[in-house]
């Protein structure tokens, strides 16, 4: 399904780090990237009856959530879900090497079971009308060769998903952790560039080890689009300059202090309705990256989280952000 939706920039899903709190912060920043939620399993909403965690604000637009399962019931009952809570697109997780993942037969290990991907996809686009697209690896343990991956992309693409996020390095499901599988195996971005000649009428975003805004631009020669992850969470205040840089506007954020503000509104306003302190300004961490006084300002949230007084210490806080 074509879509109008802007995934030049894109902030890769994360669990435990991109919640809608994260999110709402990362939207303060820039207006143009689209967001993700961290992966949720079709198994917790249907059966564990989690359906909160798919709470979300208003002004996160556009953000996609993500999906992992390969229950093509499931997956239609999910997406349909998603759809109704106002999600712009539903992302289907085929990167995830996890055991715990491995175990309930989703994530990496669907990279061995195109036909199968193609098949939920499918059924999972006809039960919606939101964009519906797959975040993949390259390959998983020895299959390594691009000739894999693009077989892989050959028949995925039937379902009629154009959409393909490509984490540009094989899974390895025996012997690494997930976070050794983000950074051991060799990244290929000539893998993903070649996809993006074999397959021109894909949308393909690229992901994986890319640190900044300079090496996006390089990216979007050969991609239509980025997914940065923990680069974006450990410094998000970069994101400001996707604006300027990309789409020639204006950048409407002026200052970290002005974020810190706005933000700490939003946080005031969340504990009122029962969200955890802690969960919220931990996210605040990486706005004071590079600055003279970080390690005081992480030290001051900790304090804040500790005393549960955003009130008493809002001004400190601010104070230790140099601009
Ligand atoms: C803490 C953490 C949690 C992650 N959780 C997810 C997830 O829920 N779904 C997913 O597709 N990828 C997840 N990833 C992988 C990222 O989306 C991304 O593919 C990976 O970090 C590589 O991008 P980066 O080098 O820009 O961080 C996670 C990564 C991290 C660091």
Same mark, same amino acid.
């Given at each position: 399904?074509?879509?109008?939706?802007?995934?030049?920039?894109?902030?890769?899903?994360?669990?435990?780090?991109?919640?809608?709190?994260?999110?709402?912060?990362?939207?303060?920043?820039?207006?143009?990237?689209?967001?993700?939620?961290? &992966?949720?399993?079709?198994?917790?909403?249907?059966?564990?009856?989690?359906?909160?965690?798919?709470?979300?604000?208003?002004?996160?637009?556009?953000?996609?959530?993500?999906?992992?399962?390969?229950?093509?019931?499931?997956?239609?009952?999910?997406?349909?879900?998603?759809?109704?809570?106002?999600?712009?697109?539903?992302?289907?997780?085929?990167?995830?090497?996890?055991?715990?993942?491995?175990?309930?037969?989703?994530?990496?290990?669907?990279?061995?079971?195109?036909?199968?991907?193609?098949?939920?996809?499918?059924? &999972?686009?006809?039960?919606?009308?939101?964009?519906?697209?797959?975040?993949?690896?390259?390959?998983?343990?020895?299959?390594?060769?691009?000739?894999?991956?693009?077989?892989?992309?050959?028949?995925?693409?039937?379902?009629?998903?154009?959409?393909?996020?490509?984490?540009?390095?094989?899974?390895?499901?025996?012997?690494?952790?997930?976070?050794?599988?983000?950074?051991?195996?060799?990244?290929?971005?000539?893998?993903?560039?070649?996809?993006?000649?074999?397959?021109?009428?894909?949308?393909?975003?690229?992901?994986?080890?890319?640190?900044?805004?300079?090496?996006?631009?390089?990216?979007?020669?050969?991609?239509?689009?980025?997914?940065?992850?923990?680069?974006?969470?450990?410094?998000?205040? &970069?994101?400001?300059?996707?604006?300027?840089?990309?789409?020639?506007?204006?950048?409407?954020?002026?200052?970290?202090?002005?974020?810190?503000?706005?933000?700490?509104?939003?946080?005031?306003?969340?504990?009122?309705?029962?969200?955890?302190?802690?969960?919220?300004?931990?996210?605040?961490?990486?706005?004071?990256?590079?600055?003279?006084?970080?390690?005081?300002?992480?030290?001051?949230?900790?304090?804040?989280?500790?005393?549960?007084?955003?009130?008493?210490?809002?001004?400190?806080?601010?104070?230790?952000?140099?601009?």
């Amino acid at each position: 399904m074509s879509s109008l939706l802007d995934r030049k920039f894109c902030v890769a899903p994360m669990m435990q780090y991109t919640d809608m709190h994260d999110r709402y912060l990362l939207r303060l920043i820039s207006k143009k990237i689209f967001l993700y939620t961290e &992966m949720i399993s079709t198994g917790s909403l249907i059966y564990g009856k989690c359906y909160d965690q798919l709470e979300f604000n208003n002004e996160e637009h556009p953000v996609g959530v993500q999906l992992g399962g390969s229950d093509i019931n499931d997956l239609i009952e999910c997406s349909k879900k998603c759809e109704q809570y106002g999600y712009d697109e539903i992302n289907l997780n085929v990167g995830c090497p996890s055991d715990r993942v491995q175990k309930g037969k989703f994530g990496a290990c669907l990279m061995l079971e195109p036909h199968l991907v193609s098949e939920c996809l499918s059924n &999972m686009q006809n039960a919606v009308k939101i964009p519906v697209s797959i975040k993949c690896r390259l390959g998983i343990d020895n299959h390594e060769s691009y000739e894999f991956l693009h077989n892989f992309i050959s028949i995925v693409k039937n379902s009629g998903t154009n959409i393909f996020i490509i984490h540009a390095r094989n899974g390895i499901l025996n012997g690494l952790s997930p976070r050794q599988n983000r950074n051991i195996p060799p990244l290929k971005y000539e893998y993903v560039y070649k996809l993006k000649k074999d397959f021109p009428e894909l949308e393909i975003i690229i992901n994986g080890g890319i640190k900044n805004l300079d090496d996006s631009k390089n990216h979007l020669d050969k991609v239509d689009g980025v997914m940065i992850g923990r680069a974006a969470y450990d410094n998000p205040f &970069m994101l400001k300059d996707i604006e300027p840089m990309f789409y020639d506007i204006k950048s409407q954020t002026n200052s970290k202090k002005e974020i810190l503000n706005l933000y700490l509104e939003y946080v005031e306003e969340k504990i009122d309705q029962g969200h955890n302190l802690s969960r919220m300004m931990k996210h605040l961490f990486g706005l004071s990256r590079g600055d003279k006084y970080a390690k005081s300002f992480r030290i001051k949230i900790l304090e804040i989280i500790k005393n549960n007084s955003i009130k008493e210490h809002k001004k400190e806080l601010e104070e230790l952000l140099v601009y």
